[in-house]
């Protein structure tokens, strides 16, 4: 269980610390971008492939007892979980990366980014905290908290690092979105449809899950079904 909290420890401070802060640019600017990003690539994989041996190999220490409430609960999150992502790797987003440039354009959110301009950290959210309700163990905790922490964290620092670097563009674009889903919609400063999101999309998204719900077990060796 050691190894998996410093596995994790580890993975965190490389994105929350670094990553995320101002000490990103001294790394640049000392180092050039490419050099930064080779280096932080390699470190960041490797921390992530420690983090998922760590959890493999970790003992089974529960938490609190499998509740098949909490699996419903889960299961129906994750589908919305499955279409963000398909959203979030499939709709151009200032706030992905190397999507900055888009910033400049007049019209800079369109579809799932006028309902959170972080929808795979929105997606990561879902999922994690999914893992930790419906698993109840400890290393699930360690493991999958690590990743809810990074999401929930992430577009504070995302946003400051791009209203840092791309002021003027940065503050229109913010005055359409919001990072919590459907809050720029409710506050009247945008508007969307789902067809303005996608609903080929959509389609892959909810294709995602059911692929995710039937090989989980041969996959991941554990079987998510509720009425196991």
């Not at 960041?44 to 970790?58: K, P, Q």
């Not at 609190?64 to 909490?70: A, C, F, Q, R, T």
């Not at 992502?85 to 980014?113: D, Y």
């Amino acid at each position: 269980m050691l190894s998996l909290f410093l596995a994790s420890l580890l993975f965190f401070a490389i994105h929350a610390l670094i990553s995320g802060t101002r000490l990103r640019g001294v790394l640049v600017a000392r180092l050039g971008e490419g050099v930064y990003m080779g280096l932080f690539s390699v470190v960041s994989a490797g921390a992530l492939f420690w983090v998922i041996l760590s959890y493999g190999s970790a003992p089974q220490v529960e938490i609190w007892p499998d509740l098949k409430g909490l699996k419903h609960v889960s299961l129906s999150a994750m589908l919305l979980a499955s279409v963000l992502m398909v959203l979030a790797f499939t709709t151009p987003n200032p706030t992905a990366a190397g999507g900055e440039k888009s910033l400049a354009r007049v019209q800079a959110s369109g579809g799932i980014i006028k309902v959170t301009r972080h929808p795979f950290l929105v997606a990561v959210s879902l999922w994690s905290g999914c893992h930790i309700l419906a698993n109840g163990d400890l290393a699930s905790l360690i493991f999958f908290g690590g990743f809810l922490a990074l999401s929930l964290i992430g577009p504070r620092q995302i946003d400051a690092k791009r209203a840092l670097k791309y002021p003027k563009d940065w503050s229109r674009f913010a005055d359409q979105t919001s990072w919590l889903p459907f809050a720029a919609i409710l506050q009247g400063r945008t508007k969307v449809t789902l067809a303005e999101i996608g609903w080929g999309r959509m389609a892959i998204g909810a294709v995602l899950y059911f692929l995710l719900f039937f090989l989980h077990g041969w996959a991941f060796g554990v079987v998510p079904h509720p009425f196991t």
